[in-house]
């Protein structure tokens, strides 16, 4: 499968921006889906994620504030950024996995087999 993960930008403190991941190759139907980040020397996080049931588990830096959901008719993931901070910008990756047990290691950059190429967040103070 491949991923392709568009939306980022430029976005003052306080804006919201909507990143997309379209799937092609394969239907996302039964995967679990997350976005994770990499802030410049930081190593990559966790953002959030969604499982094919529905579950959406956040980490707790964006908890409230960002939004993921899917489109399965559309082979499309979304993350919706609202009330942005200077200490959100970053390079955002979607990822892919149809395996694994998802409640135990959803948060494991490891687990995830597809991976879409990153979209730059900048956001300004």
């Known amino acids: 499968v491949q991923l392709q993960a568009s939306g980022g930008g430029l976005v003052q403190a306080g804006g919201s921006l909507r990143l997309s991941c379209v799937a092609s190759g394969q239907t996302l139907r039964s995967s679990t889906m997350g976005w994770f980040r990499r802030a410049p020397g930081r190593d990559r996080e966790f953002v959030a994620a969604?499982?094919?049931?529905?579950?959406?588990p956040y980490a707790d830096s964006v908890k409230g504030r960002f939004t993921i959901s899917r489109d399965n008719a559309k082979n499309t993931v979304y993350l919706l950024m609202n009330m942005l901070k200077p200490e959100d910008t970053a390079v955002y990756y979607c990822a892919a996995r149809f395996v694994g047990d998802f409640y135990r290691d959803y948060q494991l950059g490891r687990k995830y087999a597809h991976w879409g190429q990153g979209t730059l967040v900048t956001v300004s103070s």
């Open positions: 969604i499982h094919w049931s529905g579950s959406t």
